[in-house]
C-alpha cells in the first residue's frame, strides 16, 4: 500500500503565498509522476501543475508564473509553493502520485486533499 499526506492548505489574503506539502509513504519501491489537482466548489476537478521523477514540471496556464512544483525524491515528498494568490485559486487541492510496489505493483493513488481558501 501506498498512501499521500499533504498539509499546508489555508485561508490567505489574495495576493499572499501558501506552500503545500505532500508525503509519500509506505511500500514504495519507485514513484514516477506526481501531480498536485485542485477541485474548486460545483467545478471538475483540474491538474494544476506536474513534475516527473526527473524534476521536469508542467503547469496549468492561469497558475504559470505563479506556483512552482517541486520534488526530493529521497524523501518521497513534492511541495507545490503558491504566490500571488487569486481568489479563483480557492480549491481543495490533492496530491497525485503513480508508483510502483516493491510488489511490482501499479498504482495510482490520492491523498486526502487539503482546503486553500483565498479571500479578497
Known amino acids: 500500500q501506498v498512501q499521500l499526506v499533504e498539509s499546508g492548505g489555508g485561508l490567505v489574503q489574495a495576493g499572499g503565498s501558501l506552500r503545500l506539502s505532500c508525503v509519500a509513504s509506505?511500500?514504495?519501491?519507485?514513484?514516477?509522476?506526481m501531480d498536485w489537482y485542485r477541485q474548486a466548489p460545483g467545478k471538475q476537478r483540474e491538474v494544476v501543475a506536474t513534475?516527473?521523477?526527473?524534476?521536469?514540471?508542467n503547469y496549468l496556464y492561469s497558475v504559470k508564473g505563479r506556483f512552482t512544483m517541486s520534488r526530493d525524491n529521497a524523501k518521497n515528498t513534492v511541495w507545490l509553493q503558491m504566490n500571488s494568490l487569486k481568489t479563483e485559486d480557492t480549491a481543495v487541492y490533492y496530491c497525485?502520485?503513480?508508483?510502483?510496489?516493491?510488489?511490482?505493483?501499479?498504482?495510482?493513488?490520492w491523498g486526502q486533499g487539503t482546503l486553500v481558501t483565498v479571500s479578497s
Open positions: 513534475i516527473t521523477n526527473g524534476g521536469s514540471t
Open positions: 497525485h502520485a503513480d508508483a510502483h510496489t516493491y510488489l511490482s505493483e501499479y498504482v495510482e493513488v
Open positions: 509506505g511500500s514504495i519501491f519507485s514513484i514516477n509522476d
